[in-house]
């Protein structure tokens, strides 16, 4: 198999790691620390399944589903964490806990009916076709737009200020609260369409705790890459290829393993790369990331 | 026009510290039966959960096991949180025990002699934990490299580790199944008829609890991991380097819930199987939930391992349409923490409705 075969093989799982890594990145970005994500990833796999029996795999349909519940619980742990004093981390992991429970309750009647039924849902890509072609184009274009949305737009500049400096960025007049949201509007919206590029088109099956652990690999991928949406398309390649090719690594004398748990490696190398070396100025995390957004009010 | 608008206030005088995590504890069992009876068309009567939970709590001795090995992860992050260093690598550091506590029972040829065994296992068992937080802690101390993703990540690197391990060179011989072969009996923690709790756990727990409170509130090394957690520039002043206090409680923290790690190991498993990333019982990640359910303090540490080691079991007894009790106990969880770590600002804030008048 040549090199092209294998990056063909592995575009579903790279184009869901693309979109689910480059929405983290917007939404932390805006300072909001997102420890949510693996559960909306999981949450967002199993409405997608759910949602593909019961419409007789209508994909679009499913896809706009598992979008639409991923961006309202963005959205409500974006506008918990700026109005109130409390813990990201707090919030974001209770509500992954919410999540893996959510979506076990909702998968496994559909489950059910699937193993009744015997439908399959999803569509494979096919190895002579040319939607690896089309899925990368729309990884670049994304890409592109997203890196100048964040640089060059006057939304990126806020989304970048309430991420460094909220209180600031508040006394210049931007609407942090409002900024955020937008950002978790986008952010969630891809987080969940990633998760439904997953299940749809890469693993095409579903069991009680499908994707557990996926979107930290999501989450290595985006921190890897310094939360950068040009840099996150390396990133997203080369765990996508390892990790869709890790029992062909066996071959060149590497333990499976090494290739499972070297995204999460390379997250921490990256981390700490990033915040020691001038890599700094454009890649080490925002300054208020995961920083209670808090004005103090007197009391009346 | 009249406008209202909600504006978060500090209290003057802060509530009692059990109101919130009991209302908390209530708002969110009703969300979730709510959110449970609602997403299973109606099958999941909020009277069997209840029951469930009810169940729970009159067989006590059932979830004794739980409510240690929850004890102790309890009280270990409790340390590091207390130095305000989360440590949610729970997980990675408890499997670390029960990698280190695994090798003195299998292979290192000590495993069938009796009181050298379970001393040596604990003691390794705490190191390598011990260790595996300490590494966590470097590129926080040095750095400042937020530690919540890098314990989190290193979790992840323990799975695999252990994946590693027990997929090739720890894999029993003789079905060839994934997993190590079971710990001679001489190694098991001796149980305590008619429970699910093991003599050496429940000296363990009560030892880690000791520890904790004495180490918090009658040492040197205590009192600089609390002025870490409410004013880190005060160590600086008196010139104590932070990231020695930093790499202390983390380490500490960590063989704390090493111990946990070792019980779990002699006490219930007696053996690994993989993939470990599924099979782990995530008492490293509800740990978190015990810890912060008893507003960092130690003596809440039992009351909220009990009520939570409830919720495991509960999920247990409780099977709706075949979702086992792995989702179900997670929407408890989830709801109950989430409503916890919202509500936790309102023992100091309080929310005040403002009408304006134009």
């Known amino acids: 198999m040549d090199f092209l075969h294998l990056i063909i093989s592995a575009t579903p799982l790279i184009l869901a790691y693309y ?188 069991r009680e705790g499908h994707g557990v652990g996926q979107g930290w690999i999501a989450f290595s991928i985006s921190l890897s890459s310094g939360r950068h949406p040009i840099l996150g398309i390396l990133t997203s390649i080369i765990f996508g290829l390892l990790y869709e090719h890790r029992f062909s690594i066996v071959a060149l004398g590497l333990p499976r393993e090494f290739a499972e748990a070297l995204p999460f490696i390379t997250a921490i190398l990256a981390m700490v790369i990033y915040m020691s070396t001038p890599l700094k100025r454009k890649l080490a995390p925002p300054k208020s990331l995961g920083k209670p957004f808090f004005k103090e009010e007197r009391t009346i | ?128 934990a011990g260790l595996w937080a300490l590494l966590a802690s470097l590129p926080r101390a040095f750095l400042g490299v937020d530690e919540v993703p890098v314990t989190l990540l290193m979790n992840y690197i323990a799975y695999y580790i252990v994946d590693y ?72 002043v008196v010139g104590i380097n932070t990231y020695k206090v930093i790499m202390i409680a983390l380490t500490i923290s960590g063989m704390v819930v090493g111990i946990a790690g070792v019980s779990y190991l002699a006490s219930e498993a007696h053996l690994i199987t993989i993939p470990a990333e599924t099979r782990t019982p995530a008492l490293g990640y509800t740990g978190i939930l015990v810890a912060w359910l008893s507003m960092l303090e130690i003596i809440y540490v039992p009351i909220a391992a009990y009520i939570v080691s409830i919720l495991l079991t509960a999920g247990i007894n409780i099977q709706i349409a075949g979702a086992g009790g792995f989702s179900v106990t997670n929407v408890f969880i989830g709801s109950i923490l989430l409503i916890y770590s919202i509500l936790v600002i309102f023992s100091e804030y309080k929310i005040k409705i403002i009408i304006k008048k134009r």
């Not at chain 2, 069997?48 to 409510?67: E, S």
């Not at chain 2, 180490?215 to 991991?225: C, D, E, K, P």
């Open chain 1, 19 to 206: 979109l689910t890594s480059l929405g983290h990145s917007i939404v932390e970005k805006s300072g909001v620390l997102n420890l949510a994500i693996d559960g909306v990833f999981v949450l967002g796999v199993s409405i997608a399944f759910s949602q593909a029996i019961y419409t007789g795999n209508n994909l679009l349909l499913s896809l706009s589903s598992s979008m639409l519940v991923a961006i309202v619980i963005g959205l409500f742990m974006t506008y918990i964490v700026t109005k109130f004093p409390v813990s990201h981390g707090a919030v974001g992991l209770s509500l992954m806990f919410l999540c893996y429970g959510l979506a076990g309750v909702i998968g496994v009647p559909a489950r059910i009916l699937q193993s009744t039924t015997g439908e399959s849902i999803g569509y494979a890509f096919s190895p002579e076709g040319v939607e690896w072609l089309y899925s990368f184009i729309a990884i670049v274009v994304l890409g592109i737009i997203s890196h100048f949305m964040i640089e060059k737009t006057k939304l990126g500049a806020m989304i970048r200020a309430c991420g460094e400096d909220p209180l600031s960025a508040e006394a210049l007049g931007v609407n942090v609260m409002m900024t955020r949201l937008i950002a978790a509007l986008i952010g969630f919206g891809l987080m969940g369409l990633g998760a439904g590029v997953f299940e749809l088109y890469y693993s095409r099956i579903w």
């Open chain 2, 165 to 236: 391990l027990v997929f090739g060179p720890w894999r029993e011989q003789q079905y060839k199944y994934t997993r190590t072969p079971t710990l001679p009996t001489e190694s098991w923690f001796i149980n305590i008829p008619g429970t699910t709790l093991t003599f050496e756990l429940l000296i363990l727990t009560v030892v880690a609890l000791v520890f904790a409170w004495f180490l918090l509130n009658y040492t040197r090394v205590g009192l600089m991991i609390r002025v870490m957690g409410s004013n880190p520039h005060v160590l600086r």
């Open chain 2, 1 to 128: 026009m009249v406008r209202f608008e909600l504006v978060v206030v500090k209290r003057v005088k802060p509530l009692p510290r059990w109101v919130i995590p009991i209302i908390a504890f209530v708002i969110g069992t009703l969300i979730a039966t709510t959110l449970l009876y609602f997403l299973t068309g109606g099958r999941s009567n909020p009277k069997i959960l209840l029951d469930g939970i009810v169940n729970a709590l009159m067989t006590p001795q059932l979830l004794l096991k739980n409510f240690a090995l929850l004890t102790i992860v309890g009280v270990g992050l409790l340390i590091s949180f207390k130095a305000a260093v989360w440590n949610i690598g729970g997980e990675g550091q408890f499997y670390f025990a029960i990698i280190a506590a695994a090798w003195v029972a299998l292979f290192s040829g000590l495993g069938k002699i009796v009181f050298v065994n379970k001393f040596l296992m604990l003691i390794l068992g705490l190191t390598a």
